[in-house]
């Protein structure tokens, strides 16, 4: 019902700039549940940031200030703008959309973001 194509990672040095995009492509994709997660190697994959079709949004401690999660129904398109990284933001950064009243919970490919310090 939906697929999902990240975009946007890289290689970048500390204190710099990223803007991560998702692309969804299917039906519905308003009443998605929207959100951002990273995993790094040997760790579990964890939330940073989600936003609810209504536009409500919830972070990660660490990332309060720094990030900021958005969405443009119209091109269904999610972004994740992150600030001020990070070495310890390496990781792969996937996509997700979710409908608890669908049942139903998508997963992008993923998109590397390496901070370099």
């Known amino acids: 019902q939906v697929q999902l194509v990240e975009s946007g990672g890289g290689l970048v040095q500390a204190g710099g700039s990223l803007r991560l995009s998702c692309a969804a492509s299917g039906s519905i994709f308003s009443i998605y549940t929207m959100g951002w997660y990273r995993q790094a190697p040997g760790k579990q994959r964890e939330l940073v940031a989600a936003?609810?079709?209504?536009?409500?949004?919830n972070y990660a401690d660490y990332v309060k200030g720094r990030f900021t999660i958005s969405r443009d129904n119209a091109k269904n398109t999610v972004y994740l703008q992150m600030n001020s990284l990070k070495p310890e933001d390496t990781a792969v950064y996937y996509c997700?959309?979710?409908?608890?009243?669908?049942?139903?919970?998508?997963w992008g490919q993923g998109t590397q973001v390496t901070v370099s310090s």
């Open positions: 997700n959309a979710f409908s608890g009243f669908v049942g139903r919970n998508y």
């Open positions: 936003i609810t079709s209504g536009g409500s949004t």
